[in-house]
């Protein structure tokens, strides 16, 4: 709905389709939906993983039955993973091979697409759909600020999740100190950015809420907590800021995009994996903060060496985006002349490749940010390690509730077996003679 009020498109609610996967009459539904479509194009997203199968479900409902119609399937822009469940990874495989033709946005999700047999002719390896820049012959226009953008600033954006590892206070206080951190060393204040919260502008829910509890910590001299902005603003205030630190991944993106340099903000193995991969995907100009694993020097060095490096990484990622924008120019431009079923000519003209670069300048992560880059890895590293060793906990514990959940079947079934039993026992007392 508010996507269908926005942007003044029909839309279907998400409680639709998902009341659709697994009904029997969800055929009669699909015919309906699908009635006056020619394309279905799955777009975007990092929910192709086991933290959102409904969302797989959902898609995959889709793909069958556009494919059982003869509607070509185009899958675009995806981040896919981790996975832990094999269910998941079967639903997401059968859609990939339904797909005419597949656009991932980082290494890991095509080099998944390649073990799952997808021929390579069809996979196609380019930057993030939401990377499309911006004209940059437009100014900055009206923001939807509660006051006037001051002239420097940063941007930092967070999310309210923190991860298994942390407690929420525990999640805050780290927040807290790496702004303050921030603002220490660049001496600009730091506009909190939401990503999640009301569009009204008036409750104050998810990241806004979050934002406003770091904003009464430190003050409004160091952070002012905004409230949720449009796509467009949201861009013109990251192509206008100096840094970005954010735990959220569209921030980041957009500030690949706008050749600015960022800091990323991880939490678990699903937001270090698509956080990594977004600041990767301009040539490693980024690096990523393992909240769990916090601590204030080694933070503050990040965030001091890449501010020193600002302007030359800031000058690399500009030219590099050019590069990106030409990659998705040439992404669409394949979609929209695709060749009709049966049409002999190649669905992609060869492998079109990956938007990373190598520097063209002399500047080079090793020689301008060599005690960041060990110090950022290190924590990494060791990160993984706990974060692997929970993903096998979580497995283990997933057998158990299984293991569980039969059990509970299984006694289940013998109360019913007993109380059948008793019944007839009762019915044979009843019908002997006293």
Not at 245 to 268: C, K, L, T, W
Request: proline share 5%.
């Amino acid at each position: 709905d508010d996507t269908a009020s926005r942007y003044a498109v029909d839309s279907v609610s998400r409680d639709v389709l998902v009341g659709m996967v697994g009904a029997s009459n969800s055929s009669e539904d699909l015919n309906a939906l699908l009635a006056d479509v020619g394309l279905v194009v799955i777009a975007g997203g990092g929910n192709l993983n086991d933290l959102w199968p409904e969302h797989v479900s959902m898609r995959l409902l889709l793909c069958k039955a556009a494919n059982s119609r003869g509607i070509d399937v185009i899958i675009t822009g995806q981040g896919l993973g981790p996975f832990f469940v094999d269910g998941v990874v079967s639903d997401v495989r059968q859609m990939f091979e339904i797909a005419r033709v597949i656009g991932v946005r980082d290494s890991q999700s095509y080099g998944l697409c390649l073990a799952w047999g997808i021929p390579a002719e069809r996979v196609f390896l380019g930057p993030d759909d939401a990377m499309w820049n911006l004209s940059r012959e437009k100014g900055m226009p009206s923001l939807k600020l509660p006051a006037a953008v001051p002239e420097r600033f940063i941007v930092a954006s967070f999310s309210e999740w923190h991860g298994a590892f942390a407690s929420p206070e525990e999640h805050l206080e780290r927040c807290v100190n790496l702004i303050e951190d921030v603002h220490a060393v660049t001496s600009l204040p730091v506009l909190l950015l939401p990503q999640e919260g009301s569009l009204n502008g008036l409750d104050r829910l998810r990241d806004v809420a979050f934002h406003d509890r770091i904003e009464h910590i430190v003050g409004s001299t160091v952070a002012r907590s905004l409230t949720v902005l449009s796509t467009t603003d949201c861009r013109l205030l990251i192509r206008h800021s100096e840094l970005v630190v954010s735990s959220r991944y569209h921030p980041v993106v957009f500030a690949m995009a706008e050749g600015v340099p960022a800091v990323g903000v991880v939490v678990d193995d699903y937001t270090h994996s698509k956080i990594s991969q977004a600041l990767g995907s301009q040539g490693d100009f980024g690096f990523t903060i393992p909240l769990p694993l916090f601590r204030r020097e080694d933070a503050r060095i990040a965030v001091d060496i890449l501010w020193s490096a600002r302007v030359e990484v800031g000058e690399i990622l500009t030219e590099a985006e050019r590069d990106t924008h030409s990659l998705q120019k040439t992404w669409w431009d394949l979609i929209a002349d695709l060749p009709s079923p049966g049409e002999d000519r190649e669905l992609l003209p060869g492998q079109i490749g990956s938007p990373r670069r190598e520097p063209s300048s002399a500047l080079s992560v090793d020689s301008v940010i060599p005690r960041l880059r060990s110090d950022s890895d290190a924590m990494a590293r060791l990160a993984f390690r706990v974060w692997e060793s929970r993903a096998e906990s979580e497995r283990y514990i997933r057998s158990l509730q299984e293991h569980f959940a039969d059990a509970q079947g299984r006694l289940f079934s013998a109360a019913e077996y007993a109380q059948s039993l008793e019944t007839e026992i009762k019915k044979l007392n009843s019908q002997t003679p006293s």
